[in-house]
């Protein structure tokens, strides 16, 4: 496979080589068949949950609202399959949150809901309430509401909208796939954002082991010279946003800051192909293209899914399991969440399932830290992950807010490199919880 070099003229701190292992990269994408029975979580975003519309009993139809909250920041929650609502019942997600979930059994016909109709956009203001409406979240894995993120703060000025094709975890090619097989989608999203919050710079940035999305965006954009594609150098954590800022535009988001503090807005491409089909179909989000592969799956391949699907339906989609997987991470191995059974639902920023078996999801043993100083060379966000280890683990809270623990973004990079196995991640996640608890007091 011929490779795409690098054009991108930026240079950023840290990252590492992983291993891409993109085993699913040119496989057209499947389209699983209704399940039987879908759980639609109430919490599928950042931000406020939502309250359920419906009761048991009630007939929905695909399209249909079934939960909403009167918080800014949230999303509205749709029937992803139509069938009869038979529970409203407490469910855990993967990073071990209990929340309410609709439960909603098939009948298998899909029946789409009347409200189904494409919005009706004359303004700003019509466009937020329609990308609010459409339940649209970060779909790159954040789940941050995207009529919050478009939503520009007043005193800010966004010059630059940023498309974000990195895809830099190993084994996630939902995003490639939909740069090739949804095309038209994201350039229609994308001329909308630019139309309506008057931005007249794009860049659609990809990185360069995916020579076949950059060949198919750049023909798709080659006449709309305010939309750029740019090639970055393949390396993780390239897509994290305030790194994908830099890379394409050499500014700095500064700590504790946001991507409009430097103009900038980042949109995962996926968001943006589902914002160009709603604005012409008007049909919310209700489906999700997600990459299932991993050592212990038979068949790994792309799945187009409702959400609310469980894990193992997808599994027994793709062949089933070759053997009884050791660990199962909603997400990419970098940054990914073990889970602790395949009954848990997809949700709206699920990416990526991935099932390993015993050999691949070999923990090693954690040594003494010998003070090498990999750690540090190979963050982001310039912190130094071997003292908030040891500040976290002490549970000094001035500590760790004096040395920024909030930055971290949890990309795993300093974890992946310690030659000690120190649980570097866990470790920084806990130091944020403390800081968190004590801002909350």
Same mark, same amino acid.
């Not at 894995?141 to 995207?146: N, V």
């Not at 750049?218 to 390396?235: G, H, I, P």
């Given at each position: 496979?011929?490779?795409?070099?690098?054009?991108?003229?930026?240079?950023?701190?840290?990252?590492?080589?992983v291993?891409?292992?993109?085993?699913?990269?040119?496989?057209?994408?499947a389209?699983?068949?209704?399940?039987?029975?879908?759980?639609?979580?109430?919490?599928?975003?950042?931000?406020?949950?939502?309250?359920?519309?419906?009761?048991?009993g009630?007939?929905?139809?695909?399209?249909?609202?079934?939960?909403?909250?009167?918080?800014?920041?949230?999303?509205?929650?749709?029937?992803?399959?139509?069938?009869?609502?038979?529970?409203?019942?407490?469910?855990?997600?993967?990073?071990?949150?209990?929340?309410?979930?609709?439960?909603?059994?098939?009948? &298998?016909?899909?029946? /789409?809901?009347?409200? #189904?109709?494409?919005? !009706?956009?004359?303004?700003?203001?019509?466009?937020? *309430? +329609? =990308?609010?409406?459409?339940?649209?979240?970060?779909?790159?894995?954040?789940?941050?509401?995207?009529?919050?993120?478009?939503?520009?703060?007043?005193?800010?000025?966004?010059?630059?909208?940023?498309?974000?094709?990195a895809?830099?975890?190993?084994?996630?090619?939902?995003?490639?796939?939909?740069?090739?097989?949804?095309?038209?989608?994201?350039?229609?999203?994308?001329?909308?954002?630019?139309?309506?919050? &008057?931005?007249?710079? /794009?860049?659609?940035? #990809?990185?360069?082991? !995916?020579?076949?999305?950059?060949?198919?965006?750049? *023909? +798709? =954009?080659?006449?709309?010279?305010?939309?750029?594609?740019?090639?970055?150098?393949?390396?993780?954590?390239?897509?994290?946003?305030?790194?994908?800022?830099?890379s394409?535009?050499?500014?700095?988001?500064?700590?504790?800051?946001?991507?409009?503090?430097?103009?900038?807005?980042?949109?995962?491409?996926?968001?943006?192909?589902?914002?160009?089909?709603?604005?012409?179909?008007g049909?919310?989000?209700?489906?999700?293209?997600?990459? /299932?592969?991993?050592?212990?799956?038979?068949?790994?391949?792309?799945?187009?899914?409702?959400?609310?699907t469980?894990?193992?339906?997808l599994?027994?989609?793709?062949?089933?399991?070759?053997?009884?997987?050791?660990?199962?991470?909603?997400?990419?191995?970098?940054?990914?969440?073990?889970?602790?059974?395949?009954?848990?639902?997809?949700?709206?920023q699920?990416?990526?399932?991935?099932?390993?078996?015993?050999?691949?999801?070999?923990?090693?043993?954690?040594?003494?830290?010998?003070?090498?100083?990999?750690?540090?060379?190979?963050?982001?966000m310039?912190?130094m992950?071997?003292l908030?280890?040891?500040?976290?683990?002490?549970?000094?809270?001035?500590d760790?807010?004096?040395?920024?623990?909030?930055?971290?973004?949890?990309?795993?990079?300093?974890?992946?490199s310690?030659?000690?196995?120190?649980?570097?991640?866990?470790?920084?996640?806990?130091?944020?919880?403390?800081?968190?608890?004590?801002?909350?007091?």
């Amino acid at each position: 496979m011929s490779m795409s070099l690098p054009d991108s003229p930026f240079k950023t701190h840290g990252g590492v080589n992983v291993p891409h292992r993109k085993n699913t990269a040119k496989v057209e994408s499947a389209v699983l068949p209704p399940p039987d029975t879908v759980i639609l979580p109430m919490q599928q975003h950042v931000g406020a949950p939502c309250v359920p519309c419906v009761k048991a009993g009630d007939h929905v139809l695909v399209g249909q609202k079934i939960a909403d909250s009167t918080a800014f920041v949230s999303a509205p929650i749709h029937a992803s399959v139509s069938g009869k609502v038979v529970a409203i019942q407490k469910i855990m997600l993967g990073g071990g949150q209990l929340v309410d979930g609709v439960k909603i059994q098939s009948d &298998g016909k899909m029946e /789409v809901s009347p409200d #189904v109709k494409p919005p !009706k956009i004359g303004s700003l203001d019509e466009f937020l *309430k +329609a =990308v609010h409406e459409s339940g649209l979240v970060g779909l790159g894995g954040a789940g941050f509401p995207t009529h919050v993120k478009l939503n520009v703060p007043k005193g800010k000025h966004v010059d630059t909208l940023i498309i974000n094709t990195a895809e830099c975890e190993p084994y996630i090619t939902s995003d490639n796939r939909c740069a090739i097989e949804e095309t038209d989608n994201i350039v229609n999203g994308l001329e909308a954002v630019k139309k309506w919050l &008057g931005i007249h710079r /794009v860049i659609v940035a #990809v990185e360069g082991n !995916k020579p076949d999305v950059i060949e198919k965006m750049t *023909k +798709a =954009v080659a006449n709309d010279s305010e939309v750029k594609v740019l090639t970055l150098r393949a390396r993780y954590p390239q897509g994290a946003e305030k790194v994908l800022i830099q890379s394409c535009t050499d500014r700095r988001v500064p700590m504790g800051g946001l991507p409009a503090d430097v103009g900038c807005i980042v949109m995962n491409i996926t968001s943006t192909a589902f914002l160009g089909n709603y604005l012409a179909t008007g049909m919310p989000l209700v489906k999700k293209r997600v990459t /299932v592969d991993g050592s212990a799956i038979k068949d790994p391949k792309n799945v187009i899914t409702p959400i609310g699907t469980s894990i193992r339906a997808l599994a027994d989609f793709c062949g089933g399991y070759k053997e009884k997987p050791k660990k199962i991470l909603i997400g990419g191995p970098m940054m990914g969440v073990s889970v602790f059974n395949d009954e848990i639902p997809i949700v709206k920023q699920n990416n990526g399932i991935l099932f390993f078996d015993e050999k691949e999801a070999h923990k090693m043993e954690p040594t003494t830290c010998i003070r090498c100083g990999r750690c540090v060379n190979v963050c982001p966000m310039h912190l130094m992950p071997t003292l908030l280890e040891k500040y976290a683990t002490a549970k000094r809270v001035d500590d760790l807010v004096k040395l920024d623990v909030m930055d971290c973004m949890e990309c795993g990079c300093c974890a992946y490199s310690c030659p000690a196995g120190r649980p570097l991640v866990q470790s920084i996640r806990f130091g944020k919880a403390l800081v968190k608890a004590r801002g909350k007091k």
